[in-house]
């Protein structure tokens, strides 16, 4: 499905960036590391990096990184639509995980993309894929304007 | 809907916690700082600290901790029901959020049930409460045995 | 988790059953021949008959059919708050699929459960118990109220 | 995400005609009256004529017709990669609704996408388009093949 028309938003990556450092998001979110690669109106692409502190014993990312790393992206592909951080909440977020990521791949690429912007309501998907492109993790989501 | 009939397990609490602190769980997981609080056959009850480390700017406890939380409560829930651990990956997790935990809330409430075990898949529901018991997040998820 | 705290409403049991036959929901639902058993402030349970119109061809009531019966169930529970139907609309639903129904089983059990009621959104729980009462069907919804 | 590299299947276009007129599916899913647009290893593209029957008091196109698609046109895609059909269940289905389709609108879009094709696990997302091609409803999946 295309984009969904957001074409006419300016886009202030410095300003994403300050925001994915800022304490909008929480400490231990932080730590994931997270770094904006690039964006366009409605959609991020960040990178997650696969260090040791992510990777559990069966030698993997874990999951929970992928789903912090997804609903961190949303928020910020939200952000490239509404002239800044707007106070908004997560609905729900649910995720499929597809295939590992083996905890010396490097790192992830999850690419948040708005696929409605209601008044009210903001649906996305988001994707995780691992250092060679295949689909890791596959989320879809509903946030809150508040 | 009534417990699923495990009643026949024996809970070995001590192994519990053991492996709640082993790296089965990845270092960021393990920084969550969730506490068996007790378990059932089939049934898992934790508690999740709410500390600065884990509230975003808008000073509630962040979702991506409830969702990291719920998951590994789960595979907690599983254990209880095959005698140790044994490997397993979440297949979906879908987390609906129903009301914010403030941030000097102290201790969330995150209760794992697991509704049916097959052969080789595995469903449960989570729920995240406050610590006034209201329900704060409620999860759904898949897994499956490898 | 208990119940949500919606003790002081008042269920008009024949106007949620005139709801129920009425074309709020498509003839096509209808088919469903859902039936009301009973309804408490935030719950109601429903019989889902089952016959030969929705049994597949491996012999069990399709999924599509307590999809369907879920997404009725829960607007019917939400009106037990609202004194009356009101408009709304489902924002999402996950249906975990946790044991089949024969179709030869009679009628399934739809228990439908309001776990929060916000000024715009309802969060809400739907469970499908084959007639032994085994859970066959778990989901979880969202509505909007609009 | 690209496609996920099934392109050397060939597709028997009147064997999945056959298939969805078939009694795999209840007759009450057939009543939806789906139409085969196309296929493609591990895509299919389904028409939803959007009729009375299937139409709420609303006036809009109900949202069980749309998971009932959604669910029928996924196990479709499947069956383009399994050589013909193959005893399979749906684990879970998670369907948003981002926008109604009005009663009046003609046939709706359904594409049923394979995301990723394990040894017993599939999963899968689904797009409902309104006859302009608007997202109307967006799914994701999980089955498993018996």
Redesign the interface.
Known sequence: ??L?GFDDVDIDLPALRALLE????????R??GLQLNHALPGEVELALPVT???????GML????M??AA??AMALAICTLTDGYR?M????????????IAGDAGSARVTARV??KGR??V?G?I?V?DPK?A?AA?A?T?Y?LL
Chains 1, 2, 3, 4 share one sequence.
Do not use: K
Not at 52 to 58: E, F, K, N, T
Not at 62 to 65: A, D, T
Not at 89 to 100: A, E
């Open positions: 499905m295309a969904s800022s304490d909008t998001f929480a400490a231990w979110v730590a994931l040791p502190q992510h990777v559990h014993g069966g874990c999951g929970q990184s789903m912090a609903d961190t106070p909440t997560t609905v729900q977020l649910q995720t499929s995980f597809l295939r590992p696929l409605r009210n309501l649906f998907e994707e894929a492109g689909l596959h879809t509903t809150a």
